[in-house]
């Protein structure tokens, strides 16, 4: 009987310290600037295109009681469900966003003209969970794109093809240009 109170806290313990981790996910720069209290916050929107269903937006906060601002990139992907449209965003932030491009150049140059003898997949994964990547498809013997906005939400995940793909890296690289 101690053998089972043992292995039952023990197991209850670990389940604590998994949601402790959970809950100790931080949030990206952006969210933390905005759900600053006690601030006038001005935001702006700037919509830099879109690819299938993700529109592509820069975001501007200014911090107008301390003249301090902070930009990133909001990819929004719009799905119907039975009642109505509903939105599931991501963010990167903009000190985040060379590393997301570089990445992606380096699929659009050096994986996508590639093949594989397995199936492979190569994906880069942002702070806040967005992943940006491609596998390939040993059926049809051609990589398939994919952006994953929610890390825990297979609904928010999009298969571009690689057209679509580089048309979204040469977005995102009008979005540094302007940040």
Request: hydrophobic share 40%; aromatic share 12%.
């Amino acid at each position: 009987m101690k053998f089972y109170l043992f292995i039952i806290s023990i197991i209850c313990l670990f389940n604590i310290g998994l949601g402790q981790n959970k809950a100790e996910k931080g949030l990206s720069r952006a969210e933390q600037f905005y759900n600053t209290k006690g601030i006038l916050i001005e935001k702006e929107f700037h919509n830099v295109g879109a690819v299938k269903e993700i529109d592509i937006q820069i975001i501007k906060l200014k911090n107008l009681t301390e003249r301090d601002s902070l930009s990133y990139v909001r990819l929004i992907f719009g799905y119907q469900t039975d009642f109505k449209l509903k939105d599931k965003p991501g963010i990167v932030d903009s000190d985040e966003l060379a590393s997301v491009i570089e990445s992606m150049a380096y699929i659009c140059k050096n994986i996508l003209p590639s093949r594989r003898d397995f199936v492979t997949e190569v994906t880069f994964k942002t702070r806040t969970g967005i992943e940006a990547g491609a596998y390939f498809d040993k059926a049809t013997l051609k990589w398939i794109c994919f952006v994953k906005l929610i890390e825990s939400d297979r609904n928010s995940q999009v298969l571009l093809s690689s057209e679509d793909f580089f048309l979204m890296l040469t977005y995102l690289r009008k979005c540094k240009e302007i940040i």
